[in-house]
């Protein structure tokens, strides 16, 4: 019999109309561009899936990587068990943290950083005796992966919908009324809110980047109603905005924070959650014998190999001083997106934060149909978040790749309209 094409499964696809052969082979990438199997070359203009902050292909961390192969693939962290490579990471992380003494607890993406981060949110009010603290309240056009956690919290009905009962106890908040978040945490009553939970910037579902002021309204209330406050960085962590946290350009300081994606670039699955010590404590405290465990665990958890990556990715950030070209290229994307798309007929909105922009289209042009233009006419790889165009280019990228990145969309745009 003969292999099928499309034995892979594709995630977020639908199996029943994929057709292979409409789709890139990818099969070598160097710094910000992409080769497919027929030879077409493509700006990734959104560092893969938000991930590939360093550009492609870079030595050090592939050396790195190999090395560290070579010497110890891994061991597990498991009941206090480690090795030199997580915990030289941890030190790193530490010196990098959003908050201040954390403690780090590893996983192997973001959806695990959301397992780990609402799991321990219920489990630390449990601890301090208050048990019935276990709603999650999360924002309309939330995303944070798709575990079991993740598909509970997450605003895209079509995400959530058809797997019968999830995690119990999820409730939506407006994505930017503070009243609205207020009324509803007194229509649920405090003492049944575990946490809040709320990317600084939405990305998957549009690239909304919170207004000034929003964060420090949810902290403000969570302080008010002794409610942990959980911030999502996966995507706007580890430079992504020109601060090591979005939540730093915010001036807010969570109780933990996410992270996953650029922590390694890419290069290899990791990902996490800095817990603040208010959660840490209760947890670590040698004078309670009752002190419990967190029972949360993966065997991966702190791979060697991807330790080794996110260590030289860190290295090459900050060896390369990318956050401040970062900052300028924020700048010029900002700039250059209103400039170019203010006034166009089909652009309902134009938002960008750091690194990362949206081009929001009124319903009469696809924004799946711009992206797929850009792709196969352009050598463009952007994304369609809902009808947002979105873009979250390399850390590395030019000036110039950027402007004609930006004039490239413009084009699609009047093409499909
Ligand atoms: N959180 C956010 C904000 C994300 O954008 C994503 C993935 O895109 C995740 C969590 C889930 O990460 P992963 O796909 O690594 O599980």
């Avoid at 938000?50 to 790195?64: K, L, Q």
């Avoid at 954390?102 to 208050?130: E, H, T």
């Avoid at 959530?160 to 978040?181: A, F, H, M, T």
């Avoid at 992206?371 to 979105?390: I, K, S, W």
């Amino acid at each position: 019999m003969p292999v099928p094409a499309e034995i892979l499964w594709h995630p977020h696809t639908n199996m029943a109309s994929f057709v292979p052969e409409d789709n890139p082979v990818c099969c070598r990438a160097q710094g910000t561009y992409i080769w497919d199997e027929q030879g077409r070359q493509y700006f990734d203009g959104t560092s893969a899936l938000w991930f590939a902050n360093i550009g492609h292909g870079n030595e050090s961390v592939a050396r790195a990587m190999y090395e560290q192969a070579c010497r110890l693939e891994t061991f597990h962290t498991f009941v206090g068990n480690s090795h030199r490579p997580v915990l030289d990471l941890m030190e790193r992380l530490y010196r990098l943290a959003p908050l201040d003494d954390p403690r780090i607890i590893l996983g192997s993406g973001g959806s695990d950083a959301a397992d780990i981060a609402l799991k321990l949110a219920r489990r630390y009010w449990q601890v301090l005796g208050k048990p019935k603290k276990q709603y999650v309240l999360a924002r309309e056009h939330a995303y944070h992966g798709l575990h079991a956690f993740g598909t509970s919290v997450v605003g895209d009905d079509d995400l959530r919908k058809g797997y019968g009962s999830l995690v119990p106890y999820v409730c939506r908040i407006s994505d930017d009324n503070l009243q609205e978040v207020r009324e509803t945490i007194e229509d649920l009553g405090a003492e049944s809110i575990a946490a809040i939970i709320a990317e600084p910037i939405i990305g998957a579902g549009g690239m909304i980047p919170a207004s000034a002021g929003y964060l420090a309204g949810l902290r403000a209330l969570a302080d008010e109603f002794d409610i942990l406050l959980i911030f999502d960085e996966v995507v706007s962590g580890f430079g992504r905005t020109g601060e090591w946290f979005a939540s730093e350009l915010y001036g807010v300081t969570p109780d933990m924070t996410m992270f996953a994606k650029g922590v390694t670039s890419g290069y290899a699955p990791l990902g996490g959650v800095f817990v603040a010590a208010r959660v840490w404590e209760p947890f670590y405290d040698s004078a309670n014998p009752q002190a419990p465990a967190y029972w949360h665990g993966l065997t991966y958890s702190g791979h060697a190999v991807s330790c080794a990556a996110a260590m030289a990715n860190l290295e090459f950030i900050e060896d390369n001083h990318l956050l401040g070209h970062v900052r300028e290229l924020s700048q010029f994307v900002d700039a250059e997106l209103h400039r170019v798309f203010e006034r166009n007929e089909y652009v309902a909105d134009v938002r960008s934060k750091g690194l990362l922009g949206g081009v929001e289209l009124h319903s009469s042009v696809s924004a799946g149909s711009v992206v797929a233009v850009l792709r196969d006419e352009f050598g463009q790889l952007v994304r369609p978040c809902n009808q947002t165009v979105t873009i979250s280019p390399p850390f590395i990228s030019t000036i110039e790749e950027l402007r004609s990145l930006i004039a490239d969309i413009a084009e699609a745009v009047d093409l499909v309209a």
